[in-house]
Each structure stands twice: as structure tokens, then as C-alpha cells.
């Protein structure tokens, strides 16, 4: 069986990720082709670990998918790696209901995967084998199979809580990591700092690979990742170019990826490229304007720290409200939307911003949004069906406030999740929709296939 195994923990914070991005640092300098995976919609985390393994991460989450695209996605990039590692995100049983749905419990369950529990071990001992077995017993269907101790204070510690837990609940201490003097990963509102932004993404991880080699059984944890079972899918849709038509020459897609703006989905973009979308891949702090394109993407990011380079770049913002105002279709998420808007305001300064909405944002200590969210789209836009029912997710810190006595058009009515002002989201203005709220496309795929559509009918205007 292909081996595969998920990180988990009892709670945020006990050192899931940098041991798992030291995982997969130490399998690849060993030779091993390593699958990382990221469950839940989060965004930072997954660009770490593509960066660890030199290749793309993908999220797995059971609210924005289906259990079967879940598992199709899984296995499609599976394919070509020796082993797939899957961070959980919050407490191993933590779900959005009384009965862990949508936790990092029901997800190994779906994939058939071993748990490896990542144990913070702070001022306990022996009672640490009773939160295990108690994890055991809370849901004995589910492959528990090892721990790592995280954060011990000394060699006594360590001795008792794995005497206890190899006694009590029959499982392996694979590891056992000291309390570390350091921590090469600095966290900003409730996660890493992206890795685009650290100068020593490289030594950061470096260090939590080396960490890992010292501390933790390598040759043990893989022996329990091939404890991995067989899993089956279901047929997929018949495909995305379903009733599209296409184009002898290829649509130009283009996207913007820079320090701003970074967060995309991988399926998102590849989605596109499937259908046939020749993708321009544009810096919005550099390039000198717009470039010709059929259709933009703007993801999200955090256009707050790199505010005085955007507002810099002047004939580039122009270019791009030009190019709004010309009909230009433009789906923009989050990061996106608030460089759409006419100014940026950052501790006590405003930065211009596109112009192309009337809308200021203002940075906030508390989050404004954060979350799954539940749209259902009420008014008329160029991308989704009056009536339809939306997943998404939202992560911001900005407060939305309206500069001028301009109209504007919402799409969205928020079921849950907080959007623009807690009731809607999504502004449309001719070919532009802007949106708080992030959609994955693996679960959703007529996202990508509309957004081809709206750039194949600007193409024939």
C-alpha cells in the first residue's frame, strides 16, 4: 500500500507543523518523493510545507469537498511520491458538531491513514497515557499508532510518559523533543508568517528538519505510514470542458503572485490550465502595467505589508482599473478585493490603493473574519447562478467602509461567516466580482468553469 500518514494533535500549538515540515525536509534529503498535504482551508502552513517539499501542496478539507473529491484529490497527488504526509489542523477530534464533523479524525478515517499524535507534555507525566487512552476509546475506528512527545522538560519526563503510554495504551514513542531554546518559524495573527516573507525560509527550515533527525525515529514513523490501507473513489464528473466551448487560440489567464498576493488554491489555477488557459503569471509591485490578458485572477494574501510598494507602483494600479472599467472580467478574493478598493489604511497611514471600488480598508488587531463561510448568491453576477449555495473560506483582519455615495452591488447573503459586513459579500461592478471569501475549486469545479466562460465571452466582444 502506498504509505501516507496525518500529523495530529489534541490542540493548536503543540508543534504540528514544524515537526511535520521537518519530516518532510528529512525524507527528502534521504531521496524520498514526499506528497504534502494541509487539512482544512488554511493557506500559510500549505505554502511552508510546498516549500519543505519542493512541490505543491494540496488541501484536504471535508467542509469546501465531498468525501469522494477528498479522496480523489488524495490519490490523484499521491501518485509519484513514496510517501504523503497530511498536517491536521486544531485537536485530533475538533469538527464543526457534536459528532467531529469535518475534524482531522474523520479525515484519516476517509483516507485509511495511521495517526502519529504529536504530544504536548508540558508540566504532566503519567497522565498523558490517560489522554491517549482516552483519545483510544473515544473512537476506537480510528488508526492511532504512535506519539511523539513535544516540548519535554528532561530525561525523567520523557521516561515515565513513554513507560506509561507503551503500558497503558500499547502504542510506539516515536520521538521525544526538548523544550527549544528557538523557534525559527515567528507567527503573525494566528499562523506562521508566510515563508514568501522570511529572508531564512531556508535555515528556518533547516532547523526544523534537523530538529526532526535528532529527536524523532525516521525509519519507525515511515514503518507506521505503511500501515496505510487501500482506498477506493467513486467516478468523477465527466470533465471540466463539459458543454464549454472552446477556442483556437488559447485564452491568457493572468494571476497575480508576488509578496502581496500569494494564496492561491493549487486546483484553482490548475483547473484553469485545463481547460485550456495559458496562465500570465504577473508581479503587481514591479510591473510597469497590466499586460493583454482575456480574464485576471487576484488572490489573496496580505497587501498590508507590502502597502507602500503597491501604492508605488501607480501605472500599474491605473492599468488595472482601466482595465475593470473596460469589462475586463476579474475575480478577486480577500488580499484581492482590498487592492481593488481606493485606499489601504495601515496603523496611521492610508495608502492609494486600484480605485476601482469605493471602499476603504482599515486594518483591525482582531480578526473580522475567520472561517468557514455559507454564501448563497441573491443577485446577478458573471460567475455563479442566482440561488446557488456557496462554501468558501475567509480569513481578514480589514474592516470594509465606504468612501463615497457610489452603489454597490452585492451578490452574496451571508449564512455563515462574517463577508463584508456580517450580512454580504461579494461586490460585483460590471465584469468584476470581489469577495472576503476564498473558494476551492477541487470542490467546487464550475468556478473554474465559469471564470474560463467570462474570459471566452470578452474575448469575442
Not at 166 to 190: A, D, I, Q
Not at 285 to 295: F, G, N, T, W
Amino acid at each position: 500500500m502506498h504509505p501516507s500518514i496525518i500529523i495530529a494533535a489534541l490542540k493548536g500549538g503543540s508543534g504540528k507543523t514544524i515537526l511535520s515540515l521537518g519530516l518532510v525536509s528529512a525524507w527528502r534529503e534521504k531521496g524520498f518523493r514526499i506528497a504534502p498535504f494541509k487539512k482544512g482551508p488554511d493557506f500559510i502552513d500549505a505554502g511552508w510545507l510546498a516549500f519543505a517539499a519542493d512541490r505543491a501542496c494540496y488541501n484536504l478539507d471535508p467542509f469546501l469537498m465531498t468525501e469522494n473529491e477528498v479522496i480523489h484529490s488524495f490519490l490523484l497527488r499521491s501518485k509519484q511520491s513514496d510517501l504523503s504526509l497530511i498536517e491536521g489542523n486544531r485537536g485530533l477530534y475538533d469538527g464543526l458538531d457534536l459528532d467531529g464533523c469535518c475534524s482531522t479524525a474523520e479525515l484519516a478515517k476517509h483516507l485509511k491513514t495511521p495517526v502519529l499524535i504529536v504530544l504536548d507534555v508540558t508540566m504532566a507525566t503519567r497522565t498523558m497515557a490517560a489522554v491517549i487512552k482516552g483519545c483510544q476509546a473515544f473512537d476506537p475506528d480510528l488508526n492511532i499508532a504512535g506519539v511523539v512527545l513535544n516540548r519535554v522538560a528532561g530525561s525523567r519526563q520523557e521516561g515515565l510518559i513513554t513507560g506509561a503510554i507503551e503500558k497503558y495504551c500499547g502504542l510506539p514513542v516515536v520521538g521525544s523533543v526538548p523544550k527549544l531554546k528557538e523557534n525559527l518559524f515567528p507567527e503573525r495573527h494566528m499562523g506562521l508568517v508566510p515563508f514568501q516573507e522570511r529572508d531564512h525560509a531556508e535555515k528556518a527550515i533547516s532547523w526544523a528538519k534537523k530538529t526532526v533527525q535528532e529527536n524523532l525515529q525516521l525509519d519507525e514513523i515511515w514503518r507506521i505510514a505503511c500501515g496505510s490501507q487501500q482506498i477506493e473513489e467513486l467516478p468523477q464528473d465527466p470533465g471540466l470542458g463539459a458543454n464549454l466551448i472552446f477556442t483556437h487560440q488559447p485564452l491568457r489567464i493572468g494571476f497575480i503572485k508576488d509578496k502581496a498576493f500569494w494564496f492561491y488554491y493549487p486546483e484553482n489555477l490548475e483547473q484553469l490550465e485545463q481547460l485550456g488557459a495559458v496562465l500570465i503569471e504577473i508581479d503587481a509591485i514591479s510591473s510597469p502595467e497590466l499586460p493583454s490578458l482575456d480574464a485576471l485572477y487576484i488572490g489573496g494574501g496580505f497587501p498590508e505589508t507590502q502597502a507602500e510598494a503597491l501604492a508605488e507602483n501607480r501605472n500599474f494600479r491605473d492599468s488595472v482599473k482601466a482595465a475593470i472599467e473596460g469589462g475586463l472580467p476579474v475575480y478577486a478574493e480577500c488580499g484581492g478585493f482590498m487592492y481593488l478598493g481606493e485606499r489601504l489604511l495601515v496603523g496611521d497611514r492610508y495608502y492609494p490603493m486600484v480605485g476601482a471600488l469605493p471602499v476603504d480598508f482599515i486594518l483591525q488587531k482582531k480578526p473580522q473574519g475567520h472561517g468557514y463561510t455559507v454564501l448563497e448568491v441573491s443577485g446577478p453576477n458573471p460567475y455563479y447562478s442566482v440561488g446557488e449555495t456557496l462554501r468558501g473560506h475567509e480569513f481578514h483582519y480589514s474592516k470594509p467602509v465606504f468612501t463615497g455615495d457610489e452603489h454597490l452591488d452585492f451578490v452574496f447573503k451571508v449564512g455563515r461567516g462574517h463577508g463584508f459586513d456580517g450580512e454580504r459579500d461579494g461586490v460585483c461592478k460590471k465584469n468584476l466580482l470581489a469577495t472576503y471569501t476564498h473558494v476551492h475549486a477541487a470542490g467546487n469545479p464550475d468556478w473554474s468553469r465559469n471564470f474560463y466562460r467570462a474570459a471566452l465571452n470578452h474575448k469575442k466582444v
